[in-house]
């Protein structure tokens, strides 16, 4: 984060960390010359929960923009500009496009908000190709199909994985358990497809769990049709200190599952290769 803040600050930009669902900290952390509020809801890996209207009356009191990282749920799950939200950003090569076959992204937003945008994808380059941006449009006729088959195959694996004596916690904001739960339901129409899980064993258990899984990809993507699995402390939050991921609740025996759509049946017997090997 130190590094971010620091690269930032080149271009004149001075930013700060807050608790995602601390609105008394969003509130706080306020100053005159704030100009942007930014989020992910659900976040990753735990799946936490950003109170959408909250933050954009938060961000509208203070002359400021909200954006929201949609990534996890799409459009056809939660749709944060309804909820108050100027800017929305995706990860096309995730859940949009749905079968990894290309990288993109995609900012949604007000006429005027997008012009700077799209000066910017004109002047510096970083556009799809036309094939790549077909690829993706036929990758969205599906999406919300998809996304509620992702939707219910997490909630099954997240619910069998709460019965597992390795595991100490499971992160799923489709359980009633998670804190972020009752926030969800009113702001999404599912749960999305992503899910974590602690195990007790520590990094240890973490690694031997999926090196023994067979028919989930390890990787950092996810969004697939194809089931994939990650150890987040040394992947996708390896380049923060042990104080910070601490602090971001990211534990060593984390485990990051992006249920995909094969046979729920195939998925837990995967699993249970993996906790076979703990």
């Given at each position: 984060m130190g590094l971010f803040q620091h690269y930032l600050a080149k271009f004149g930009v001075e930013i700060c960390f807050v608790p995602l669902t601390d609105l008394d900290a969003w509130r706080d952390a306020v100053i005159p010359g704030t100009r942007l509020l930014f989020c992910e809801s659900p976040s990753?890996?735990?799946?936490?929960?950003?109170?959408?209207?909250?933050l954009a009356e938060i961000a509208r009191a203070a002359g400021a923009k909200l954006i929201v990282d949609n990534c996890f749920c799409t459009p056809a799950l939660q749709t944060p500009l309804l909820l108050g939200a100027d800017i929305v950003i995706h990860s096309a090569t995730k859940y949009l496009d749905g079968q990894g076959r290309v990288l993109g992204g995609a900012a949604v937003g007000s006429t005027e908000d997008m012009m700077a945008v799209t000066s910017f994808v004109r002047t510096c380059g970083p556009a799809m190709s036309p094939f790549n941006a077909w690829v993706v449009l036929k990758g969205l006729e599906t999406l919300t199909l998809r996304m509620n088959a992702h939707s219910a195959n997490a909630t099954a694996l997240a619910q069998w994985l709460t019965r597992q004596d390795a595991v100490k916690a499971?992160?799923?904001?489709?359980?009633?358990?998670?804190?972020?739960?009752?926030?969800?339901?009113?702001?999404?129409?599912?749960?999305?497809?992503?899910?974590?899980?602690?195990?007790?064993?520590?990094?240890?258990?973490?690694?031997?769990?999926?090196?023994?899984?067979?028919?989930?990809?390890?990787?950092?993507?996810?969004g697939d049709v194809k089931t994939t699995v990650v150890h987040p402390a040394t992947t996708t939050h390896g380049r923060l200190s042990a104080e910070q991921r601490e602090q971001a609740g990211i534990g060593e025996g984390l485990v990051r599952i992006a249920v995909g759509l094969e046979h729920i049946d195939d998925i837990l017997k995967d699993c249970e290769r993996g906790f076979a090997a703990i």
């Open positions: 990753n890996p735990l799946g936490e929960v950003a109170d959408i209207e909250a499971v992160h799923y904001v489709g359980l009633s358990s998670h804190n972020g739960h009752e926030l969800a339901t009113r702001q999404q129409s599912n749960f999305g497809g992503v899910l974590a899980f602690e195990l007790t064993g520590g990094r240890d258990a973490a690694w031997r769990f999926i090196n023994a899984t067979e028919l989930m990809s390890l990787t950092a993507n996810l």
